[in-house]
């Protein structure tokens, strides 16, 4: 009986609350879940020992600071896929707990500058996957997280919502973010904004890259210190040309390695090349002398060359001798010799013949 006394006496009202109907109550994990139960509004009867509060897969057209009274012990909540088209004016600032929020799979049409104030800016982690309906509630999320003192948000999901561009400096007023998700949007290119996020990771994969000669700055940057670290680089490919359709927009190191050899090569080749031409200004009267003598000297040899070949193909000269050591003329074969008395009985003369005129005569 005491022990039941004294239970009562500390139990507060909002911790005796029974569970709405058609929720889940988990009092060992301090959970309610409210499941596809096509509620109208955020149930109001939460326990008080609520500390993570799972509404999803409802009805529910907008949200209020109505929608969250007495809830200031709940730490996570999670809202996805309710329908949700707007979020009134500090909806959430009685939950000064929060540091968890999940509005993903919202089609979020109006969002109030100061939806998302809460006293002392306890929000660590905001999801708004899936959750921007079009460009405008790009532009009021944005003035939203200026005005809406998130200087503690650490991480920030934004994938899937077909986001075009960035805002100018739409993360300015987050200093202490971490973790910025981005993946299966229709980024183009996002180097300004993701320029200043200092040492803040990024998500990147699943974007549309348009790979062209500008994109070369992009790829160097994901590869550069001066960039945040993006988690999924490898996941960041070309989505057109076709002949570059899901080619990794970023450079391998081996390559990029091979590129800046290459560069350094080609600047060495061109400082050679200026010094040649140089050498080539300041002594061209040299090279002028060099070069007409070089031509005299080829022009002599051709002419050499030609005399030779005019002498060989000439068809009066006869072919060469039989080596028996009797020379050509010039223009045949040397004649044979003439075979004379003296030289047909041996080389010499009878003593009685005598030589007179053409004929012989014999001696007296």
């Given at each position: 009986m005491c022990t039941f006394f004294l239970l009562f006496f500390f139990v507060t009202p909002n911790q005796c609350m029974q569970c709405h109907f058609g929720c889940t109550c988990f009092a060992a994990t301090n959970t309610v879940r409210c499941d596809s139960k096509d509620l109208r509004a955020v149930p109001l009867s939460i326990p008080g020992y609520a500390r993570t509060l799972i509404v999803t897969g409802n009805n529910i057209p907008q949200i209020g600071p109505d929608s969250f009274p007495e809830l200031e012990n709940v730490t996570n909540i999670c809202l996805s896929n309710n329908r949700i088209t707007e979020l009134g004016s500090h909806t959430f600032s009685s939950m000064v707990s929060l540091r968890s929020l999940d509005l993903s799979g919202n089609p979020l049409a109006l969002i109030h500058p100061e939806a998302l104030s809460i006293p002392g800016g306890p929000l660590l982690e905001l999801n708004l996957s899936r959750a921007l309906y079009n460009s405008t509630s790009l532009t009021d999320l944005t003035t939203a997280m200026r005005w809406g003192g998130l200087a503690g948000l650490v991480?920030?999901?934004?994938?899937?919502?077909?986001?075009?561009?960035?805002?100018?400096?739409?993360?300015?007023?987050?200093?202490?973010?971490?973790?910025?998700?981005?993946?299966?949007?229709?980024?183009?290119?996002?180097?300004?904004?993701?320029?200043?996020?200092?040492?803040?990771?990024?998500?990147?994969g699943g974007n549309p890259y348009l790979c062209s000669c500008e994109s070369r700055r992009f790829a160097a940057w994901l590869d550069s210190s001066a960039a945040p670290r993006v988690e999924d680089a490898e996941d960041v490919r070309c989505a057109s040309p076709r002949e570059l359709r899901d080619a990794p927009l970023r450079v391998p190191a081996g390559e990029a390695s091979l590129q800046t050899s290459y560069a350094l090569l080609g600047l060495v080749l061109g400082?050679?090349?200026?010094?040649?031409?140089?050498?080539?200004?300041?002594?061209?009267?040299?090279?002028?002398?060099?070069?007409?003598?070089?031509?005299?000297?080829?022009?002599?040899?051709?002419?050499?060359?030609?005399?030779?070949?005019?002498?060989?193909?000439?068809?009066r000269r006869g072919p060469p001798s039989d080596g028996d050591g009797v020379g050509t003329g010039r223009f045949g074969t040397a004649p044979p010799p003439r075979i004379t008395p003296d030289t047909r009985d041996g080389g010499q003369t009878p003593a009685d013949v005598r030589l007179t005129g053409t004929g012989m005569a014999p001696g007296n």
């Open positions: 991480l920030l999901d934004l994938s899937g919502n077909r986001l075009a561009l960035l805002a100018p400096a739409a993360f300015s007023r987050l200093p202490s973010l971490r973790h910025l998700l981005l993946p299966h949007n229709s980024l183009a290119s996002a180097l300004g904004e993701l320029g200043r996020l200092g040492k803040a990771r990024v998500r990147l400082f050679v090349g200026m010094v040649s031409v140089l050498v080539l200004y300041l002594n061209r009267k040299g090279m002028k002398r060099w070069v007409a003598e070089t031509r005299e000297a080829c022009r002599d040899a051709l002419a050499g060359y030609h005399y030779r070949y005019e002498i060989d193909t000439d068809p």
